[in-house]
């Protein structure tokens, strides 16, 4: 299966999902990036397509994939920011509770 690539509007819509305490809805997800819902809507099916993306009953949440080509995406945008500028975040772990450093979920 091919992954599409990292878009800023896919990388916007994996950080709101990633820094989700719980599944959000495609409304609120667009609130927050800026974006049309019908949009989103249509990234997000295009997500769970490459599997970066779920649906539950009650929204989308990231996916342990979403969460590695998110942190992925940190750190190759770590790569080409300057030390000074280095607005980039944090690693998997610190962006979402309940995964560890490769992104995977960790049960309790």
Sequence with gaps: ???????????????????????????????????????????????????????????WRATADGVRAYAAHLRSKRQVCRPAENHCGTGVSSLMPGFDGAGRRIFQ
Aim: contains cysteine; positive net charge.
């Design 1 to 59: 299966m091919m992954i599409n690539p990292m878009t800023p509007q896919r990388a916007a819509i994996l950080a709101v999902l990633v820094r989700a305490n719980e599944p959000m809805r495609p409304v609120d997800i667009a609130a927050m990036v800026g974006k049309s819902p019908s949009c989103v809507c249509s990234m997000l099916l295009v997500m769970r397509t490459d599997g970066q993306a779920e649906q539950v009953a009650y929204g």
